[in-house]
């Protein structure tokens, strides 16, 4: 039997409008009261009706996290996270994804379907601070893209973390880092920011820019990396550490180099970027970049719930998230 805020007012011998009170954390209720109605709400097991509460609100109580590929473990890792934040306020997530094209991420962006999402968290990688002007729907963007400045966005910092896993392979004794992930289209802004840190920690240790060694991908998948460690090595370039710029880019490149004779990391030291469960479990475990998913999960859902609770017209704000360098059999 599913009790109503009636049957707890009743237990309580207080009003409804006192249980209503107390359900939905109005401050101006006497101790000694919150404590019958929460004491009755215990033994009758009574759970508020989400759905006429949300209807009364003009809420689905559903919010939607768009990514660009579900099959990326660190989308899903980031989604599951996502997920235990949004129960904390009782909504319910829509999972979609965008195959990073334009005219997608214009639809998810949109609200995905009439009146079907309250919110938003996207992670975009084709659309312009343009195809953004004029939406409505509360929005908190993830990722690289730095340059909407028209919602609230969440990241981490690309070019630092980059740096620093650049340098910890550098002062493993490396002179020949190779960079693996660079990509020059709009889409690429995200590597970009790895390059640049990579880049930037060259110039600190005074090794010179060898562009043979920056591998460019056309995505950042498993199969990626290892074509792009098997192209380094019939190139003759010869890196004696890789650094890649996704944990599934280095599980490959550990493969190619398997296939090579080539032993990780007494011949070659290998790192990879977002710490995904696989790399704990390879052979040998992978060297990362660890971004706080769950820190990044909650900021993006907090941040949401403020726009929904009335925040709607305060400036975009920009959130960085921490991350650490987790240093495994790959490179030391």
Known sequence: ?????????????????????????????????????????????????????????????VIALAVPELDVPYFAELARHVVAAAADHGWTVLIDQTGGGREREKVAAAGIGDHMIDGLIFSPLSLSADDLVGLELPMVLLGERTDHGRADHVMIDNVTAAREMTAHLIGTGRRRVAAVGAQHTPEGAGARLRLAGYTAALADAGIGYDERLVAATPAWHRADGAAALRHLLASGARPDAVFCFSDTLALGALR?????????????????????????????????????????????????????????????????????????????
């Open 256 to 332: 190619a180099l398997h296939e090579a004779g080539l032993r990780v990391p007494a011949d070659v030291a290998v790192a990879g970027f977002d710490d995904i469960e696989d790399g704990r479990f390879s052979v040998p475990t992978l060297t990362t970049v660890s971004p706080d998913k769950e820190r990044i999960a909650r900021l993006a859902v907090d941040l949401l719930a403020g726009r929904l609770a009335g925040e709607r017209d305060a400036p975009a704000r920009e959130v960085t998230a921490p991350h650490r360098l987790a240093f495994r059999e790959s490179t030391t």
């Open 1 to 61: 039997m599913r009790h109503r805020l009636k049957d707890v007012a009743e237990r309580a011998g207080v009003s409804v409008k006192t249980v209503s009170n107390v359900v939905n954390g109005y401050q101006h209720v006497r101790p000694d009261t919150r404590a019958r109605v929460e004491a009755a709400i215990a033994e009758l097991r009574y759970r508020p009706n989400l759905s006429a509460r949300n209807l009364r609100k003009g809420r689905t109580g």
